[in-house]
């Protein structure tokens, strides 16, 4: 999605083309990141908390590059409304992935006693 090129659609300093991208990204990259959550542990060793933990952490990541944006480029400043697009992709996989949590577990059981 970094690479392609978007039309402007823009709202003054509000792109929510922009926002969307942000909240895409950070949606995969959580969903991503509690799959591998769930796959790599065992059921019993599954916690509530672990999911909660890569949410705080992701968020963080999120803030630490719009810092870092600003800090260490001339051409890219840090925008709050790029933290709060990314925050709600990453809470939306979170929500998404408690949601179904018991049909990912069956998956996981069923694709385990598959191989």
Request: glycine residues 8%; charged residues 15%.
């Amino acid at each position: 999605m970094s690479l392609i090129q978007l039309g402007k659609i823009s709202l003054g300093e509000f792109n929510p083309t922009d926002k969307m991208m942000h909240l895409g990204a950070y949606f995969v990259l959580g969903f991503m990141w509690f799959f591998y959550y769930l796959f790599r542990n065992q059921d019993n060793n599954l916690k509530i908390k672990g999911f909660f933990n890569i949410t705080i952490l992701i968020i963080l990541f999120g803030m630490l590059i719009e810092v870092l944006q600003g800090a260490l480029t001339d051409y890219r400043d840090p925008d709050w409304a790029d933290i709060l697009a990314n925050s709600i992709g990453v809470l939306l996989a979170l929500s998404i992935c408690l949601g179904f949590l018991k049909f990912f577990k069956r998956l996981k059981h069923k694709i385990n006693s598959f191989l």
